[in-house]
């Protein structure tokens, strides 16, 4: 194990809306208000998402299994920014659900929001922190600097 230890900073209320990309939205208020390290929790609605609902494989390197979720349906979920050589960068785990059909993993390529999107962004100051590609993972993972 290891960790560090950080304080509140800022906290961020945000409202997506129809259409637009959960990632490409929370990245992009990241970015321009030079977030390196948040908590991020949403609640509302996802139009459809490829979600990861863990490995197809381990080995050599992890391959994500993904089932895709055709909405539009609810959706909660916990996540982290940190960031990586390119930027700040989501990771985040959601339950999406719609009639009897349920999908818990992380929501990519392509999470859409359905009529509404709430973010709450919650800041970590002083947390030195970022996403390094581990070489026999083959992903970028969190490690504590």
């Known amino acids: 194990m290891e960790y560090a230890v950080g304080q509140t900073g800022r906290i961020i209320g ?7 990309d959960l990632y490409e ?3 992009e208020i990241a970015k321009k208000e030079n977030i390196k390290s948040a908590a991020v ?8 998402a490829s979600v990861v609902v863990g490995p197809k494989q381990e080995k050599p390197k992890i391959v994500g299994n993904f089932k895709e979720f055709a909405g539009p349906g609810e959706v909660l979920g916990a ?22 059909q349920t999908i818990v993993g992380c ?21 030195n922190a970022e996403r390094k590609l581990d ?3 083959g992903l970028k993972l969190l490690r504590f600097t």
């Open 14 to 20: 945000a409202r997506l809306f129809e259409g637009e």
């Open 25 to 27: 939205c929370v990245e």
């Open 41 to 48: 929790l949403i609640t509302g609605g996802l139009r459809k």
């Open 79 to 100: 996540g982290t920014i940190y960031c990586d050589d390119t930027g700040p960068k989501l990771h985040i785990h959601t339950a999406i659900g719609k009639d009897d």
């Open 107 to 127: 929501p990519r390529g392509g999470a859409k929001t359905f009529l509404i999107m709430e973010v709450t962004i919650i800041e970590i100051n002083n947390l």
């Open 135 to 137: 070489e026999d993972k």
